[in-house]
């Protein structure tokens, strides 16, 4: 049996297509014994400030924090969470980078963070994106929270930072 040359060009092509990386990853769905075990640091903050870094191949944001309360960790009273992405102004146009998952911060806000030391001093990073960032909101006067990891309930933040501390008490 005789194979015609765009067949064979075809099924290389095929071949080489199927075989090149993916730069997509998979995000593990968390729990909060998961989440507390990876973070080494956990705070409430509110968001002072946010940058976009556009200056190498791979966008970023920089967001500046006042942390409010240590649950676990040892941080300073203003620290850097870096996100992958952002959006910035290039010369008439608006560009912007998203990555699936990354929560977005806003001035102001008030949010409970499960987070990694990064690479920089007094920078950090966010445990399984969204998962570690829970946006802490007033709600009866309680502060109130939710996302995955509670089920999609709201909880109090009070009850979580006591069920985070007995994890580690443990």
């Known amino acids: ?29 968390l ?21 976009v870094d556009s200056s190498s191949d791979q ?3 920089r967001v500046t924090l006042r942390v409010t309360d240590e649950i676990k960790g040892n941080t300073l009273e203003t620290i850097t969470v870096t996100l992958p992405g ?27 963070l499960f987070l990694t030391e990064g690479s920089q001093s007094n920078s950090y990073n966010i445990v399984g994106y969204s998962q570690g960032y829970m946006s802490i ?13 509670t089920g999609g309930k709201a909880i109090s933040v009070d009850v979580m930072k006591q069920q985070i501390r007995e994890m580690e008490a443990q």
Do not use: C, H, W
Request: net charge negative; no cysteine.
């Open 86 to 112: 952002g959006s910035y102004k290039k010369g008439r146009f608006r560009v912007g980078e998203v990555s699936a998952g990354t929560p977005q911060l806003f001035a102001d806000q008030d949010a409970l």
């Open 59 to 61: 966008v970023s944001t």
């Open 31 to 51: 729990d909060l014994s998961g989440m507390t075990e990876l973070a080494s640091t956990i705070v409430t903050a509110e968001v002072i400030s946010s940058e």
């Open 137 to 149: 909101r007033e709600e009866g006067g309680k502060q109130m929270l939710q996302n995955t990891t």
């Open 1 to 29: 049996m005789k194979y015609k040359p765009y067949a064979l060009a075809l099924t290389a092509m095929l071949g080489s297509a199927v075989s090149t990386t993916s730069l997509a990853t998979t995000n593990e769905l």
